[in-house]
């Protein structure tokens, strides 16, 4: 079965600087995606970012960006220039392609960012 | 905007008291989750329609059930809330390919209703 494993429950960073969330997880698929979300406090859990296996290019989505690992399966997310409404649970995702599985989240790392 | 909608944003209800909570979509998305999520963590699938087709994950509770009357709506049905139950409940819709092949679209969420038992 896979897994995803966050393993950094809170992190801090002081605003505008670089930060680093971990996620690895455990597949013995080829193919598969992966997404980080975000869930601000009392908001709604949004996509940030997704990454598909089979692409060696990682993916960026202005100041968030992954480096995917394939081999050591891991799939961190850097948030450049971190911002207070960073401030946020993120969660790393796994999903294989197949139409009814279903998406695995991590344990969440929940961000604080300080001013 | 296009969205997925959750009413209501907080329902308190008595132990054992049935109660409903319902979420839509203008997303004309044709698979909708509900996932239960516990303070601080990862939230918990507890099923999901694929069109009309339900599917039960393995270890939901007898308890829930659910609705979908139409593309747009779906219903989580708890029919005798325990103090356990208490949690937020996170509607979610994709778009997924008809083929057997699919997963890479991400899920929509809603913005969740906190349920809290008396």
């Known amino acids: 079965a896979q897994t995803v494993t966050q393993s950094q429950p809170e992190m801090s960073v002081q605003e505008a600087e670089t930060v680093t969330l971990s996620c690895t997880y455990d597949t013995s698929e080829s193919d598969y995606y992966l997404f980080w979300y975000k869930q601000p406090p009392s908001r709604q859990m949004i996509l940030v970012i997704r990454q598909e296996a089979y692409k060696q290019q990682n993916a960026t989505e202005n100041r968030f960006s992954v480096n995917f690992q394939k081999a050591a399966k891991s799939f961190s997310l850097k948030i450049s220039d971190s911002q207070l409404g960073d401030a946020a649970m993120y969660f790393c995702a796994y999903r294989s392609p197949r139409r009814d599985d279903k998406i695995i989240f991590g344990k969440g790392t929940r961000l604080h960012i300080l001013p | 905007d296009a969205m997925v909608i959750q009413n209501p944003r907080y329902q308190v209800t008595q132990f054992g008291k049935p109660v409903t909570l319902s979420c839509s979509q203008t997303?004309?998305?044709?698979?909708m989750y509900w996932y239960q999520q516990k303070s601080s963590q990862a939230p918990k699938l507890l099923f999901h329609?694929?069109?009309?087709?339900?599917?039960n994950e393995a270890d939901t509770p007898d308890n829930f059930q659910s609705r979908r009357p139409n593309t747009s709506f779906c219903f989580l049905d708890i029919r005798s809330p325990g103090l356990g139950d208490a949690a937020m409940y996170l509607c979610a819709t994709s778009r997924e390919s008809k083929l057997p092949r699919g997963g890479n679209q991400p899920q929509h969420f809603g913005d969740g209703t906190r349920l809290s038992i008396l």
């Open positions: 997303l004309n998305h044709n698979v």
């Open positions: 329609y694929y069109d009309k087709d339900f599917n």
